[in-house]
């Protein structure tokens, strides 16, 4: 099989999550909503960058505009699990704004692979997930390998931690050679099947509306 | 150095600074919600004691209030009878020793549960008076001082402490001689019992034993104190507790 279609297929691991989170859709509980519109977006970019590649066309625009999307649903899943932090999401997601207006705009253009916001979105995702993560070990009393948000957050950690290193290379311009670019994209590729997997996981894990019944 | 090089030790300097920075949040949000963890088991021991001292004390009113006075109104009929014979005037001076047996079983069973003294006249007079009604009927000789003042809500944690050591030395530790102590050392109030019983291992006693030393722990713990207990088997205990000064009046 031709390389690309092996990336294709890993990449497009995502529509396990995205069936899985249609059907579930109605019987979960709200706080896993952005969850769902976060791997639905990730498919729908993934098949969009697709389609712009089959038919010979950049997908960086797409892309760009995806990772903006992205973090803006990451924070705001965030957000539904920790509402009490309202204003520090608030701020994060002015300066997020902030970097991705500069990246694209400013110091790059739209129609490039920019690497300064997705370095930058990384962090903060990776941050963000530490937090939970050790909120989730202090806190939470049932079992944290069969807790959705424990998953999440530890596929953060991995996913994004991999994809902050792969971007700094983009952006110290180190002069690889195209093998080594090509082996850490296969890397990625990989790692990204994996993220795709557990996230299948999470969302089969993500519990379901409690039913209230009346006994009389 | 080429151009390419110094790009890699920019690029290898860069992540070192980013992992420090990324685990030096790991470690301090770990803090972070430790000490939040801690805070609220706090916040929720304190509402458990808060809970109990408040139904222990709504027992003691009651027993000492209501039974207590319903076994005097009985003491009283029993009285006014009229002994016809010699039985029967047996028989009511019998019923009256029992009912003021009940009556002083009461009041120990009440003062153990809320000593009014507490209230009125302070942690050193309760504890005189505790000592004086637990060693009443044995021979245990208690050599008690206390040099400090303590206030009136964190008294309470103090007496309760004072009284669990020291039922579990007259239940358990066959001693003679208990000695205890109350005293200001180093910016922390000392509680100090030790006793010439039989002893015991202490992590032992902590693995099977009731409800005893678990509620001295917590206790300890939740007056943010330190809990030094030395013992084994035919040397005695001594219980050493480290209070903070901020306990203080």
Request: hydrophobic content about 50%; proline content about 2%.
């Amino acid at each position: 099989m031709h390389p690309f279609f092996i990336h294709v297929i890993f990449n497009h691991s995502i529509l396990i999550a995205a069936v899985i989170g249609m059907f579930r859709f109605k019987y979960i509980i709200s706080d896993f909503y952005p969850f769902l519109i976060f791997i639905w977006l990730g498919l729908f970019n993934d098949s969009l960058s697709l389609a712009l590649i089959l038919t010979h066309r950049s997908n960086a625009a797409n892309s760009n505009i995806f990772v903006f999307l992205e973090l803006a649903v990451v924070l705001w899943m965030f957000f539904t699990w920790n509402k009490e932090k309202l204003k520090v999401y608030i701020c994060l997601a002015i300066i997020a704004t902030g970097v991705w207006l500069a990246d694209n705009f400013f110091i790059n253009s739209i129609s490039e692979n920019n690497s300064l916001f997705r370095v930058f979105y990384s962090f903060l995702i990776l941050f963000i997930s530490i937090d939970n993560l050790n909120k989730l070990l202090f806190f939470e009393n049932g079992r944290l390998t069969r807790n959705p948000k424990f998953i999440i957050c530890l596929t953060f950690l991995f996913y994004y931690g991999f994809n902050a290193f792969i971007e700094s290379f983009n952006i110290f311009h180190l002069g690889l050679s195209s093998n080594v670019l090509n082996t850490l994209w296969w890397m990625l590729s990989f790692v990204n099947l994996i993220a795709n997997l557990l996230y299948a996981l999470a969302v089969l894990w993500v519990p379901t509306k409690v039913k209230f019944i009346l006994r009389y | 150095m080429g151009a390419d090089e110094s790009k890699i030790y920019i690029a290898l300097l860069t992540g070192v600074c980013v992992q420090f920075i990324l685990m030096t949040f790991f470690v301090v949000t770990i803090l972070r919600y430790y000490r939040k963890r801690k805070a609220l088991q706090l916040q929720k021991l304190k509402a458990d004691f808060h809970f109990l001292d408040k139904e222990k004390e709504r027992i003691a009113y009651d027993l000492h209030d209501d039974v207590g006075a319903s076994l005097s109104a009985i003491k009283l009929r029993l009285q006014s009878l009229p002994a016809t014979d010699e039985k029967s005037a047996l028989v009511i001076q019998d019923s009256e020793g029992l009912i003021d047996e009940v009556m002083e079983k009461l009041k120990r069973i009440s003062l153990n549960m809320m000593p009014r003294i507490l209230e009125m006249l302070g942690l050193d007079e309760a504890l005189k008076d505790f000592i004086s009604i637990l060693t009443y009927p044995t021979s245990i000789e208690v050599h008690y001082e206390c040099s400090v003042e303590i206030d009136k809500d964190n008294s309470l944690h103090i007496y309760r402490i004072a009284q669990e050591v020291l039922h579990n030395i007259i239940k358990h530790s066959q001693a003679t001689h208990i000695r205890f102590t109350i005293t200001e050392i180093k910016n922390n109030i000392l509680l100090h019992i030790k006793d010439n019983g039989i002893g015991f291992n202490p992590e032992a006693a902590m693995k099977n034993s009731g409800r005893g030393l678990r509620n001295i722990a917590a206790r300890v713990g939740f007056l943010n104190a330190k809990l030094y207990l030395t013992s084994s088997p035919g040397t005695g205990a001594d219980y050493k507790i480290e209070i903070p000064v901020s306990w203080k009046k």
